[in-house]
């Protein structure tokens, strides 16, 4: 899968992407394409794994250069739980950036699943307590349009990606998503802090499919696309 995932980069000129999972799935990823991929630890489960000690010995060891995706939503952890508070410490720490799940969908086989977990506005705590944190919300906090975009008015330092619903759902749904998202009065500066993403895990083709879901976005000028595919990737991950 990693030769079919290269072949979809190149094909989209996709130069550098972010690959998450688990120490042995990092290393194999980076091994093979090294100046293509940015290693990152995913934070799972409850109790969530991997231990800070394990997280903190990646960074320290230059293994790993961001922490994400962070998907205890799944396990029926909030995003502000104080048990997440020594890996955003970390990330903090470390200056590294750091991904998390937040959305209000995808409870299929995980009963602990909530949808109030899943409102972007439970970051706000988060962002309070580490306020020089590096913090992106992936899939825009979807379906809550509303409380993303105000959570990219009030905080400048927050980022969003657009992965995943880019090519799970209907083309016209996940572009009323982000004009909702664009639309919202003084909003709009806020797509210099969106960030394109395919969320690809085990189905390459899809990036297409997600960079398609951009491009074909008329609404979106070509410096706006610009942005969301490159130019905010490049300031949040400081390349």
């Known amino acids: 899968m990693i030769y079919e995932t290269l072949k979809e980069m190149d094909k989209n000129n996709i130069t550098k992407a972010l690959a998450g999972g ?3 799935i990092i290393e194999k990823w980076v091994e093979i394409a090294p100046d293509r991929f940015i290693p990152s630890i995913a934070i799972r489960q409850n109790p969530i794994t991997p231990s800070t000690e394990k997280v903190r010995e990646l960074l320290e060891n230059n293994l790993v250069k961001a922490i994400g995706e962070i998907t205890v939503q799944y396990s029926g952890i909030p995003p502000n739980d104080p048990k997440l508070d020594p890996y955003y410490a970390l990330a903090e ?3 590294v950036p750091a991904w998390i799940h937040v959305c209000g969908g995808g409870a299929m086989g995980y009963p602990d699943f909530r949808v109030k977990y899943g409102n972007p506005v439970l970051v706000e705590d988060v962002i309070e307590k580490f306020p020089d944190l590096r913090l992106c ?3 825009f906090g979807a379906p809550f349009v509303a409380e993303m975009a105000a959570m990219l008015y009030m905080y400048p330092s927050l980022y969003a990606d657009v992965s995943a619903y880019n090519w799970m759902m209907p083309r016209e749904v996940f572009h009323d998503l982000l004009k909702g998202i664009l639309g919202y009065s003084g ?3 806020s797509v210099k802090r969106l ?5 690809q895990m ?3 083709a899809v990036i ?3 960079v398609e879901a951009i491009q074909s976005a008329t609404f979106l000028s ?3 696309k610009r942005d969301i595919y490159y130019n905010n990737a490049v300031r949040f991950l400081r390349l």
């Open 22 to 24: 688990t120490p042995e």
């Open 93 to 95: 720490e470390y200056d």
């Open 137 to 139: 919300i992936c899939h």
């Open 187 to 189: 909003i709009r500066g």
């Open 195 to 199: 960030m394109f993403g395919s969320d």
């Open 202 to 204: 085990r189905w390459p």
């Open 208 to 210: 297409s499919s997600a």
């Open 222 to 224: 070509a410096e706006q």
